[in-house]
């Protein structure tokens, strides 16, 4: 603001200047046309405008010439007696007497601005009004851009303000932290990625702590049982039998479960699971997790049926680690259908073959159905393992989701209260 003042300033000045010149070449051509009137002719003229303030001062600027354009009052670059060039005669004011042009009168610009006859005072009272207009716009323009930047800078770095308090905040632990989105411009897109990510920390530092908890519970209660028997046997409260001997065993074997499982999860976090790949048979696939737990299905009442689809594309698995994975959800199915039917299908579609598995059991609750494949999550609150299998650790469905995704495909669960739970692994299909 303060250079457009200044500009503004030396604008006026020059624009007045000129204003002022060209008022001031009309007056000096009536006086010369007055002059030769008086004279008839141009002899003189100098001395006449010399003794003439203020025409005196264009002694110095002014340059006149007769009617065929032969200097009478020159200067040192146009000198008398010079025919005074084509171009400024062009730009000359013609002086006329009784309507014929006697001469012509040539006004030297003044390139440094000078005023060349001191204006009156009305006049210079209206070029200092002039900037005085000029700089207090200016003055308004700087207060209004200063009130309005302040006011835009708040509106931007309130955002980062906001941003900023809730890093801090979370680098002090509290990591349950939201800000507010106030735009759709790349700072509501960060706003936006950082609630995201607060919300994503705490579910992770939630899921730990519950983690944590639950391994704690699932290694205390085996842990106690046995340390009950064996300080039976050591003290001989308790006498060695058979019975005694299984439900030990059983409690060793849920440890084993539980620290592999632990183990392939580990590797899972890691990416580390390896894989002895080979092409398979997807109706393989499903026949033999069938074959595995018919006896247990008949022995329940359950019927267990297989719907494979004729020519199916190879897949590239592992067939133990895949077989795990059928293995957990046929498990899984046979615990929650006490009655009814459990159906195991392969399907191909959209260039990907489709390993199904859906019973007719209880089905799972829509609070918990987003959970399912949590580590340590049961449905059943009380955390009672499954009576027909002491090996279970609640892990099974998390490591059929990270072995699944192991081989590159996905895992899903679609279930309804009362009428059954489906769950779908996607795997991609060998090009042929």
Known sequence: MIVFGVVIGQRAQVEFNRFLSSRDETVLANALSDYYSTHNGWSGVRDTLASTPPLSFYIRSAIVSDSR?????????????????????????????????????????????????????????FYVRILQAAALS????????????????SQLTRPVRELTAATQAMAAGQLHQQVKVR?????????????????????????????????????RTPLTILRGYTEGLKDGRLQGSLKLYEVMYSEVEHLQHLVEDLRTLSLADAGEIRLNRRSVDPSAVVERAALAYFDQAERRGVTLRVEASEKLPSIQADTDRLAQVMNNLVSNALHYTPQGEIVLSAYEKEHSVYLEVRDTGTGIAPDDLPYVFD?????????????????????????????????????TVQSKMGQGTSFTVRLPAVET
Do not use: C, W
């Open 183 to 219: 735009s759709h411009d790349e700072i509501g897109e960060l706003a936006r990625s950082f609630n995201t990510m607060s919300s994503d920390l705490t579910r992770a530092s939630q899921t730990r702590k519950q983690m944590t908890a639950d391994l704690a519970h699932d290694l």
């Open 69 to 125: 354009h032969v200097i009478v009052l020159g200067n040192q670059q146009y000198p008398m007696g010079s025919v005074l060039p084509a171009a400024q005669v062009a730009a000359s004011v013609p002086i006329q007497v009784q309507g014929q042009t006697v001469g012509f009168l040539y006004a030297v610009p003044f390139s440094s601005g000078v005023v060349p006859v001191r204006p009156a005072p009305s006049q210079e009272s």
């Open 138 to 153: 200016a003055a308004a323009g700087a207060v209004t851009a200063l009130i309005l930047s302040i006011l835009l800078a």
């Open 375 to 411: 580590r340590f999550y049961r449905t059943d609150k009380s955390r009672q393992r499954f009576p027909d299998d002491p090996g279970s650790t609640g892990l099974g469905l998390a490591i059929a989701k990270a072995l699944v995704e192991a081989h590159g495909g996905t895992i």
